[in-house]
Structure formats: structure tokens, C-alpha cells
């Protein structure tokens, strides 16, 4: 491989940088592939659920190999108050098969792995170099510059996440506002496989997931999340930024309280906590997607804003799997032209697959969440609700009918009845 010039230079590898530097490896190209972190995974953070299917496309069975943590089988919704959970829970074997099965992931080994299949099929893998700026020839991408170096490609893709500095300089992307990114802080909690497996009645190698609204974001916009892993519990909450100016809780402190809400205490009890980490997460979906080609630049992943946040399900990773594997393909396709004109092939392979034909489908949805109804009062609803439905105390007993309608009335019958119109629509 020559020394100073590369086919291909893709910064970041987190899933786009990975399945892109993957891919275009193993169609012959010369790939240098930049991490900052010490190690792939090592300044990474999700959640905890990989939508199985767009790795599945560009590795079948991967599932067998990768690092994959348990099988989600079990999916719980709850609505907190201060005092109360009431929730929705779905456990079924109709959730496993191959493409729509998901897993709990563990991002120090799964992006080590990823990174390290890249790495098999050809690609050079460069550790702990920050990328601080893109080089520029005759008024195109040519490279990056890191530090003192510079190194030249034909064709740069950008997959260094959701603040990409390096997108912002290409003339890509503008920078985020704060209603369009949330602050992510999470646990890992470290219990015994079979002390999971019995809280969340789960069988060996199965997995839950459970998403929570309410007082887990003390009424912000957001929600909070628990994922098993094998013998580990990922806890976290994210919150909108624009919401946090003003909140009596930063996001670390709604952790620290969310574990101890008397539905997840038991669900933690005993566990120690082994990792602490903070992330950003975009927002906004289709309505701020930025340009995603130019001359001699691609952008991947988070980097372009390929989130889908829909509350009971947030999903970036199949979608940076699936840009990178677009971005790739472009590349190849492009056989040497790496204008503009050609690399635009890039957003017609993104427009034919479900990247855009769901970040297009839920476009409604960000601005639909930016109701605090939705976190203050209807998680107070379904508390009286469900605590009047089954508490019997020798009073009178009022119609199923009054039963429901005095919350929904605290609320408003109108409201309620627009929220319950507009969520419908921005899922439709
Ligand atoms: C709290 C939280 C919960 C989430 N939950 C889920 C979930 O359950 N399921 C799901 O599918 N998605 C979830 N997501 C979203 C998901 O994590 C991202 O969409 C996904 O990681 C995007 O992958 P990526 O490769 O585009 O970017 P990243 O994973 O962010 O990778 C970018 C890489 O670029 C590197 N980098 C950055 N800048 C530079 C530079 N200048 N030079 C060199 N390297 C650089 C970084 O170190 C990193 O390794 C969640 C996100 C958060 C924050």
C-alpha cells in the first residue's frame, strides 16, 4: 500500500466508519481508517440495542461472531411518577429470526470487533489520531490533516459522529442546535448473568429492553432506558438540551435518581456500577439533514443525523451500518470520478433504502415530542387511572366510564384527544 496516498480515508470508526472501511476493503481499495480513541468503542456509547438487519445485509449470520451481549425478547414502555410505573410489556419468541432480530451490544467490544473485520479485509486501522482538519486541493477534499501530518486520499468519508466538526468545515452542515441534540448519561451496572435472567424472567441469552417517560427526565423532554447485557445492566437517561436551562436536575443526577425510583431499584439492587459515560444524540431526523456529498467528501452515520427517536425505539446504529455501507458503494460505483456529480450516487442508494424511507416516515415525530404533556401530565393520567381501576376500598364504586374520564379531564378531553390525533399522524 503506498505510504502517502490512500484511495479512501474514513474518520471515525464507530459502525458508518467501520461497515464503510469494511466494505471498500474488501472491493480492493487502499482505506485508511481513523480513530481517536485509544481503541474503536473506546469513546463511544449507545444505549444498547443494535437493530440486527442492516449488519445482517453486509455480514450474514454476524450474530454468530460479533460481541453481541442477549436476544431481546422482552420490551417494556413505562410511564413514571415520583411514586408509580405503569406500564406496557411485550414479551414474545415472535421478536427473534433473522433480519428483525436486535441485541443488547456493549460498544468497547462491539465497535473493537467491527473495526477489526475492517480490518481483516484490507483496511489500515490507525488508533488515537484526532483528525483536526480536512485538506483541500484545488478547491476540493484531497485528505485530512491531523497534527503536523497530512494525508491524501480521493475521497474522504466523514463518520466521526454527531458533532462533526469536520462536516461543519467541509461546508456540509451547520452547527447543532440545542433542539436539535439531547445529552445521554449512562451506567453500566455489573450483576450475575443469573440474577438478570431471574429479575426479568428471561431465558439464558435473552434480553430486555425497557424504555421509560416521565419522572426518570423530572418532566423534560427525554426518557430513560435499561438494557441487559450477559452479566451487565446499561441504565441511562437523555434529555433535549433546549430543556435543560432551568431544570432543578442536570442529567447525571437524573441517573442517580432514576436508579433509585422504586420500579427500577429492584431491578438494580446489588449491582455495582463499572462505567460511567456521557453522549450527545441528534434529534431533529429528516428536517435537519445535512449535505451529504461534495467533491472528494461523504458524510456517514450520526455525522449526517441518521437518528430515528420515536420514544418507544431510538435507532442510529442500523442506520450509520447501512450509510456506510451506501457510502462505500458510491465509492465503488464512482470507479475513479470522485466529483460531486458522481458521488451523488450516494443519496440516490440512501433514498432506495430504509435510511431515508424512515427518517422520512417519522419526520413529523421530533416535533411531536417537543410536548410536555407528554412527560408531566400523561404519566400522571395513567398513575390515576390504573391506581383508581384496581384499588378497592368498601367506597362506592363510580362507572368504568367516570373512572377514566376524571383524569383524562385534569388533562383536558381536547388536548388529550389532539395529542392521542397528532402521535398518530406523525407515526403514520
Ligand atoms: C444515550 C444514547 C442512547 C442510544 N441508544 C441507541 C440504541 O439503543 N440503539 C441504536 O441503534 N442507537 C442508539 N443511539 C445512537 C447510536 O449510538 C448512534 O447513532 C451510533 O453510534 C452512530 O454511529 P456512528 O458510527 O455514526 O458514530 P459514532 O458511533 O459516534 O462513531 C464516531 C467515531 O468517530 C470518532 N471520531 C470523532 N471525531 C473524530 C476525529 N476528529 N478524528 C478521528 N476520529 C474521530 C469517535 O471517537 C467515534 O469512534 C444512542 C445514542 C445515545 C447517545
Given at each position: 500500500?503506498?505510504?502517502?496516498?490512500?484511495?479512501?480515508?474514513?474518520?471515525?470508526?464507530?459502525?458508518?466508519?467501520?461497515?464503510?472501511?469494511?466494505?471498500?476493503?474488501?472491493?480492493?481499495?487502499?482505506?485508511?481508517?481513523?480513530?481517536?480513541?485509544?481503541?474503536?468503542?473506546?469513546?463511544?456509547?449507545?444505549?444498547?440495542?443494535?437493530?440486527?438487519?442492516?449488519?445482517?445485509?453486509?455480514?450474514?449470520?454476524?450474530?454468530?461472531?460479533?460481541?453481541?451481549?442477549r436476544?431481546?425478547v422482552k420490551?417494556?414502555?413505562?410511564?413514571?411518577?415520583?411514586?408509580?410505573?405503569?406500564?406496557?410489556?411485550?414479551?414474545?419468541?415472535?421478536?427473534?429470526?433473522?433480519?428483525?432480530?436486535?441485541?443488547?451490544?456493549?460498544?468497547?467490544?462491539?465497535?473493537?470487533?467491527?473495526?477489526?473485520?475492517?480490518?481483516?479485509?484490507?483496511?489500515?486501522?490507525?488508533?488515537?489520531?484526532?483528525?483536526?482538519?480536512?485538506?483541500?486541493?484545488?478547491?476540493?477534499?484531497?485528505?485530512?490533516?491531523?497534527?503536523?501530518?497530512?494525508?491524501?486520499?480521493?475521497?474522504?468519508?466523514?463518520?466521526?459522529?454527531?458533532?462533526?466538526?469536520?462536516?461543519?468545515?467541509?461546508?456540509?452542515?451547520?452547527?447543532?442546535?440545542?433542539?436539535?441534540?439531547?445529552?445521554?448519561?449512562?451506567?453500566?451496572?455489573?450483576?450475575?448473568?443469573?440474577?438478570i435472567e431471574d429479575r426479568f424472567s428471561l431465558n439464558q441469552g435473552e434480553g430486555a429492553?425497557?424504555?421509560?417517560?416521565?419522572?426518570?427526565?423530572?418532566?423534560?423532554?427525554?426518557?430513560?432506558?435499561?438494557?441487559t447485557?450477559?452479566?451487565?445492566?446499561?441504565?441511562?437517561?437523555?434529555?433535549?438540551?433546549?430543556?435543560?436551562?432551568?431544570?432543578?436536575?442536570?442529567?447525571?443526577?437524573?441517573?442517580?435518581?432514576?436508579?433509585?425510583?422504586?420500579?427500577?431499584?429492584?431491578?438494580?439492587?446489588?449491582?455495582?456500577?463499572?462505567?460511567?459515560?456521557?453522549?450527545?444524540?441528534?434529534?431533529?431526523?429528516?428536517?435537519?439533514?445535512?449535505?451529504?456529498?461534495?467533491?472528494?467528501?461523504?458524510?456517514?452515520?450520526?455525522?449526517?443525523?441518521?437518528?430515528?427517536?420515536?420514544?418507544?425505539?431510538?435507532?442510529?446504529?442500523?442506520?450509520?451500518?447501512?450509510?456506510?455501507?451506501?457510502?462505500?458503494?458510491?465509492?465503488?460505483?464512482?470507479?475513479?470520478?470522485?466529483?460531486?456529480?458522481?458521488?451523488?450516487?450516494?443519496?440516490?442508494?440512501?433514498?432506495?433504502?430504509?435510511?431515508?424511507?424512515?427518517?422520512?416516515?417519522?419526520?413529523?415525530?421530533?416535533?411531536?415530542?417537543?410536548?410536555?404533556?407528554?412527560?408531566?401530565?400523561?404519566?400522571?393520567?395513567?398513575?390515576?387511572?390504573?391506581?383508581?381501576?384496581?384499588?378497592?376500598?368498601?367506597?362506592?364504586?363510580?362507572?368504568?366510564?367516570?373512572?377514566?374520564?376524571?383524569?383524562?379531564?385534569?388533562?383536558?378531553?381536547?388536548?388529550?384527544?389532539?395529542?392521542?390525533?397528532?402521535?398518530?399522524?406523525?407515526?403514520?
Open positions: 500500500m503506498s505510504q502517502d496516498k490512500f484511495d479512501v480515508i474514513v474518520v471515525g470508526a464507530g459502525p458508518a466508519g467501520s461497515t464503510a472501511a469494511y466494505m471498500l476493503a474488501g472491493a480492493g481499495k487502499e482505506v485508511l481508517l481513523i480513530e481517536r480513541g485509544d481503541a474503536p468503542g473506546s469513546k463511544n456509547m449507545t444505549g444498547g440495542r443494535l437493530y440486527g438487519h442492516s449488519l445482517e445485509q453486509v455480514m450474514p449470520g454476524f450474530a454468530k461472531e460479533a460481541p453481541v451481549e436476544k431481546i420490551e417494556v414502555i413505562s410511564f413514571l411518577t415520583p411514586d408509580t410505573s405503569v406500564s406496557l410489556d411485550l414479551q414474545s419468541q415472535l421478536l427473534l429470526g433473522s433480519p428483525k432480530e436486535s441485541y443488547s451490544v456493549l460498544r468497547a467490544e462491539f465497535d473493537r470487533w467491527l473495526a477489526e473485520k475492517a480490518e481483516e479485509a484490507g483496511a489500515c486501522l490507525v488508533p488515537g489520531i484526532r483528525v483536526d482538519d480536512l485538506y483541500r486541493q484545488n478547491g476540493r477534499v484531497a485528505g485530512v490533516i491531523a497534527g503536523e501530518d497530512t494525508m491524501e486520499a480521493d475521497v474522504v468519508i466523514l463518520a466521526d459522529g454527531v458533532n462533526s466538526l469536520l462536516a461543519q468545515k467541509a461546508g456540509l452542515k451547520t452547527e447543532l442546535k440545542p433542539h436539535q441534540v439531547a445529552v445521554g448519561a449512562k451506567e453500566i451496572i455489573e450483576l450475575p448473568e443469573d440474577v429492553s425497557r424504555l421509560f417517560v416521565g419522572d426518570c427526565t423530572k418532566g423534560k423532554i427525554g426518557g430513560g432506558f435499561l438494557y447485557n450477559r452479566n451487565s445492566i446499561s441504565l441511562g437517561v437523555v434529555c433535549t438540551l433546549s430543556d435543560l436551562p432551568g431544570s432543578e436536575k442536570t442529567v447525571p443526577e437524573m441517573v442517580e435518581e432514576f436508579k433509585q425510583h422504586p420500579a427500577v431499584r429492584p431491578l438494580v439492587k446489588g449491582g455495582k456500577t463499572v462505567e460511567y459515560s456521557g453522549h450527545l444524540v441528534t434529534e431533529a431526523g429528516y428536517g435537519m439533514l445535512p449535505k451529504l456529498y461534495a467533491d472528494g467528501v461523504l458524510v456517514a452515520g450520526d455525522a449526517a443525523g441518521f437518528v430515528i427517536n420515536i420514544g418507544y425505539m431510538v435507532r442510529g446504529m442500523d442506520l450509520a451500518i447501512a450509510s456506510g455501507e451506501a457510502a462505500a458503494q458510491a465509492i465503488i460505483s464512482a470507479q475513479g470520478d470522485h466529483s460531486a456529480h458522481a458521488l451523488s450516487r450516494y443519496r440516490q442508494l440512501l433514498d432506495q433504502s430504509f435510511v431515508m424511507r424512515d427518517l422520512k416516515q417519522y419526520r413529523k415525530f421530533p416535533a411531536f415530542m417537543e410536548n410536555h404533556r407528554i412527560f408531566q401530565d400523561y404519566p400522571k393520567l395513567a398513575e390515576e387511572l390504573m391506581t383508581d381501576l384496581f384499588s378497592v376500598d368498601g367506597a362506592p364504586a363510580p362507572s368504568l366510564i367516570k373512572r377514566v374520564l376524571g383524569p383524562v379531564k385534569k388533562v383536558g378531553l381536547f388536548k388529550v384527544a389532539g395529542d392521542v390525533w397528532k402521535g398518530g399522524k406523525a407515526l403514520s
